[in-house]
Antibody
């Protein structure tokens, strides 16, 4: 069964750090780009960061650039998100999601077809 | 702010057809993908590419695109289709990923 399982969430004080992990199983992890997507309470989905299959390409949303670091270990089938200088507005459920880019009819398309159940991060004093 | 724009809420009578739209400049180069999210659950991919459904997604869900607008159509909406729907694509640079603000679908 194709599966992603996040862990590492919890309660942290403003300015603190947390490291999220995402364990992948049931597919060839090293062949896919991966993403972190978050959802603040009562809000919509917000893309946080993505990393290519070989870690060659890494991108961040402006809201987390310079504070968060995405990484992966293909030997361990694992994705990580190191979160530093946390703020109250980082409070959210954090999902990892598998990403795929493809092309058809001269259009590109990008989709996330496998998602974990999420891990909750609460930043509060 | 999101580079993809969705109507915040849409309603549809049971069994009728509803269209949810998503607008953005990047949609001139990228097909949108669509996700369904029910309360307390992770998002589920329902449409990707020109009009592709993952395994297990009912064929009442379909996608289309014209210019800078992508649409998700549910033909014969069911009570279980009541959920939040999000569109997604790359941004205009092709590097970043963007989501629309989401549309809350109510089935009456």
């Amino acid at each position: 069964e194709v599966q992603l399982v996040e862990s590492g969430g919890g309660l942290v004080k403003p300015g603190g750090s947390l490291r999220l992990s995402c364990a992948a199983s049931g597919f060839t992890f090293s062949s896919y780009s991966m993403n972190w997507v978050r959802q603040a309470p009562g809000k919509g989905l917000e893309w946080v960061s993505s990393i290519s299959s070989s870690s060659s390409y890494i991108y961040y949303a402006d809201s987390v650039k310079g504070r968060f670091t995405i990484s992966r270990d293909n030997a361990k089938n694992s994705l990580y998100l190191q979160m530093n200088s946390l703020r109250a507005e980082d409070t959210a459920v954090y999902y990892c999601a598998r990403g795929t880019t493809a092309m058809a009819n001269y259009y590109y398309y990008y989709y996330m077809d496998v998602w974990g159940k999420g891990t909750t991060v609460t930043v509060s004093s | 702010s999101s580079e993809l724009t969705q109507d915040p809420a849409v309603s549809v009578a049971l069994g009728q057809t509803v269209r949810i739209t998503c607008q953005g400049d990047s949609l001139r180069s990228y097909y949108a993908s669509w996700y369904q999210q029910k309360p307390g659950q992770a998002p589920v991919l329902v449409i990707y590419g020109k009009n592709n459904r993952p395994s297990g997604i009912p064929d009442r869900f379909s996608g289309s695109s014209s210019g800078n607008t992508a649409s998700l159509t549910i033909t014969g909406a069911q009570a279980e289709d009541e959920a939040d729907y999000y569109c997604n694509s790359r941004d205009s640079s092709g590097n970043l990923v963007v989501f629309g603000g989401g549309t809350k679908l109510t089935v009456l």
